[in-house]
């Protein structure tokens, strides 16, 4: 490595420990989103997996609050630390595919300034540990096409296997890895090979606890994330929400640097063969089976974030390698330019719309209800409720309420979500002591009791209500009612309507 690699090099780790410092104070700052708080309860009962999810993104919170406690910034920290592994995978990555420090620097840069990297590493998500292993996965996909040796395929199978531990949505890995081996002549020997059947039993190993889980909880995880495939009815409109919201996610300079590099690569104008294949099948082979789910349902956007690495590694292509027109590179180079003070800026600016509602005036925007801001003094209003009253175990109706409730509420409080189980059965429940007593059941105003829940009790009454503020913005106003004299079980313990 010459000088001027070397400082290139440097000057990359620099910009990408600048962002996590960045995304470090964000999540100092910014309150849990409800799926946040959800997940790390889950963290304080590792499993092989849960009703929504595998278990790596309990697993990465519990490594976070080891260190930094059960505090906002503790369910981050390790999820944005992963940042660091991820660049160095996707620069490696990068710079073997298309041979140079240039387009491996800005691919680095680029997946890092998109808000699906910065926000997907700050918001601890299943999307945010997938994101990190299929980064991996490219690399290690990449020093097989490099070296043309067979235990790279164990790398590979463990990457892999990490990404099955992070979410489903890895299982189209394999077929896309297996295209990539078809299309390529010089690949196609790794079908006689035992390196590529290793490597596909050490995925499955590490995804085995997730099989076991699902083998003793009647296959409630697989049917409830793979029967999103099945089509019960066309509504092609959500195919014109697609490419809007992955412009946003993959910040607007960002987005036409990979669009131009996609079309580059698949023009045969950068790149050997091997390599531009292996960037459209990971690509590609996630983004069609997308497509053809928002035929008949909505794809939220976060479920792109497997497909980021490559798209990174394309968008670099195109501004780095390719030729371009007179016109067309003057785009590139504006886009080159300011894709990274575009995407920072982006960045800030959410932060700072989801803490304040500044920017909106304080009205409503996507972020008001998802993330907790205002739990922290809506939470002390329901410990005065609750300890005033005498219960001695909190309720609510759904997982997000019940995260907030037990996150926010001094530790220790009894919280239980009164229905949906399946989605406790790997945490303890509720002492019999605690659940004979009095209860404080907190729900939305406008989500009325459910009747059969009423009449399980001798005696039911609002003893209060509390709202949720962000400045002058009602979010949420919520119902406290006191429940006494179960008749009954005090859970709805009615199976999920995956097992009805």
Request: glycine fraction near 6%; hydrophobic fraction near 55%.
């Given at each position: 490595?010459?000088?001027?690699?070397?400082?290139?090099?440097?000057?990359?780790?620099?910009?990408?420990?600048?962002?996590?410092?960045?995304?470090?104070?964000?999540?100092?700052?910014?309150?849990?989103?409800?799926?946040?708080?959800?997940?790390?309860?889950?963290?304080?009962?590792?499993?092989?997996?849960?009703?929504?999810?595998?278990?790596?993104?309990?697993?990465?919170?519990?490594?976070?609050?080891?260190?930094?406690?059960?505090?906002?910034?503790?369910?981050?920290?390790?999820?944005?630390?992963?940042?660091?592994?991820?660049?160095?995978?996707?620069?490696?990555?990068?710079?073997?595919?298309?041979?140079?420090?240039?387009?491996?620097?800005?691919?680095?840069?680029?997946?890092?300034?998109?808000?699906?990297?910065?926000?997907?590493?700050?918001?601890?998500?299943?999307?945010?540990?997938?994101?990190?292993?299929a980064s991996f996965l490219l690399y290690s996909l990449a020093k097989v096409?490099?070296?043309?040796?067979?235990?790279?395929?164990?790398?590979?199978?463990?990457?892999?296997?990490?990404?099955?531990?992070?979410?489903?949505?890895?299982?189209?890995?394999?077929?896309?890895?297996?295209?990539?081996?078809?299309?390529?002549?010089?690949?196609?020997?790794?079908?006689?090979?035992?390196?590529?059947?290793?490597?596909?039993?050490?995925?499955?190993?590490?995804?085995?606890?997730?099989?076991?889980?699902?083998?003793?909880?009647?296959?409630?995880?697989?049917?409830?994330?793979?029967?999103?495939?099945?089509?019960?009815?066309?509504?092609?409109?959500?195919?014109?929400?697609?490419?809007?919201?992955?412009?946003?996610?993959?910040?607007?300079?960002?987005?036409?640097?990979?669009?131009?590099?996609?079309?580059?690569?698949?023009?045969?104008?950068?790149?050997?063969?091997p390599a531009r294949v292996l960037v459209n099948t990971m690509f590609w082979?996630?983004?069609?089976?997308?497509?053809?789910?928002?035929?008949?349902?909505?794809?939220?956007?976060?479920?792109?974030?497997?497909?980021?690495?490559?798209?990174?590694?394309?968008?670099?292509?195109?501004?780095?390698?390719?030729?371009?027109?007179?016109?067309?590179?003057?785009?590139?180079?504006?886009?080159?330019?300011?894709?990274?003070?575009?995407?920072?800026?982006?960045?800030?600016?959410?932060?700072?719309?989801?803490?304040?509602?500044?920017?909106?005036?304080?009205?409503?925007?996507?972020?008001?209800?998802?993330?907790?801001?205002?739990?922290?003094?809506?939470?002390?209003?329901?410990?005065?409720?609750?300890?005033?009253?005498?219960?001695?175990?909190?309720?609510?109706?759904?997982?997000?309420?019940?995260g907030w409730l037990a996150f926010y509420l001094p530790k220790g409080t009894?919280?239980?979500?009164?229905?949906?189980?399946?989605?406790?059965?790997?945490?303890?429940?509720?002492?019999?002591?605690?659940?004979?007593?009095?209860?404080?059941?907190?729900?939305?105003?406008?989500?009325?009791?459910?009747?059969?829940?009423?009449?399980?009790?001798?005696?039911?009454?609002?003893?209060?209500?509390?709202?949720?503020?962000?400045?002058?913005?009602?979010?949420?106003?919520?119902?406290?009612?006191?429940?006494?004299?179960?008749?009954?079980?005090?859970?709805?313990?009615?199976?999920?309507?995956?097992?009805?």
């Amino acid at each position: 490595m010459n000088a001027n690699e070397a400082r290139l090099a440097r000057n990359t780790a620099l910009a990408v420990c600048a962002l996590v410092v960045l995304r470090l104070a964000a999540a100092a700052w910014t309150p849990l989103t409800f799926d946040e708080a959800y997940y790390w309860m889950w963290s304080k009962a590792l499993a092989g997996g849960y009703y929504d999810h595998p278990p790596m993104v309990a697993v990465v919170i519990r490594l976070g609050t080891m260190i930094a406690g059960d505090t906002p910034f503790g369910v981050r920290l390790a999820s944005i630390l992963l940042a660091l592994p991820m660049s160095w995978a996707i620069y490696r990555a990068a710079e073997i595919l298309f041979g140079g420090q240039r387009i491996a620097a800005s691919a680095t840069i680029l997946l890092n300034v998109t808000l699906m990297a910065a926000v997907g590493t700050l918001i601890v998500t299943p999307d945010a540990p997938l994101l990190v292993a299929a980064s991996f996965l490219l690399y290690s996909l990449a020093k097989v096409l490099e070296s043309g040796r067979g235990a790279w395929w164990l790398a590979v199978g463990v990457s892999a296997g990490l990404a099955l531990l992070s979410k489903y949505t890895a299982l189209f890995f394999g077929p896309a890895i297996l295209i990539w081996l078809a299309v390529v002549p010089k690949l196609r020997r790794w079908y006689l090979s035992p390196w590529l059947y290793l490597g596909g039993l050490v995925a499955a190993g590490l995804f085995a606890p997730v099989i076991l889980w699902n083998a003793d909880h009647h296959w409630v995880s697989f049917i409830k994330q793979m029967g999103r495939a099945r089509i019960e009815d066309f509504r092609p409109n959500y195919i014109a929400e697609l490419i809007p919201t992955q412009f946003a996610f993959a910040t607007p300079l960002v987005f036409i640097l990979g669009v131009m590099g996609l079309y580059a690569l698949y023009r045969r104008r950068a790149g050997a063969m091997p390599a531009r294949v292996l960037v459209n099948t990971m690509f590609w082979t996630i983004v069609v089976y997308f497509t053809w789910h928002a035929l008949h349902a909505r794809v939220e956007a976060n479920w792109f974030a497997p497909v980021y690495p490559a798209f990174a590694v394309a968008a670099a292509v195109a501004a780095i390698q390719v030729q371009w027109a007179p016109r067309e590179q003057r785009t590139i180079d504006f886009c080159r330019r300011w894709a990274a003070p575009t995407g920072v800026v982006l960045f800030a600016l959410l932060i700072v719309q989801a803490n304040t509602g500044i920017l909106s005036g304080y009205r409503r925007d996507a972020t008001v209800r998802s993330v907790g801001v205002g739990w922290q003094e809506l939470a002390s209003e329901i410990e005065a409720v609750r300890a005033r009253s005498g219960a001695s175990c909190v309720l609510s109706p759904d997982y997000g309420t019940t995260g907030w409730l037990a996150f926010y509420l001094p530790k220790g409080t009894c919280v239980a979500q009164q229905g949906q189980r399946i989605r406790w059965v790997n945490m303890p429940e509720p002492s019999p002591a605690q659940l004979a007593g009095k209860l404080l059941y907190v729900h939305e105003v406008e989500q009325a009791m459910p009747a059969s829940m009423r009449d399980n009790f001798a005696h039911v009454e609002t003893v209060a209500e509390a709202k949720r503020m962000r400045g002058p913005l009602v979010i949420e106003t919520y119902a406290l009612d006191l429940l006494d004299g179960a008749k009954g079980d005090v859970f709805d313990r009615s199976p999920p309507p995956e097992l009805q």
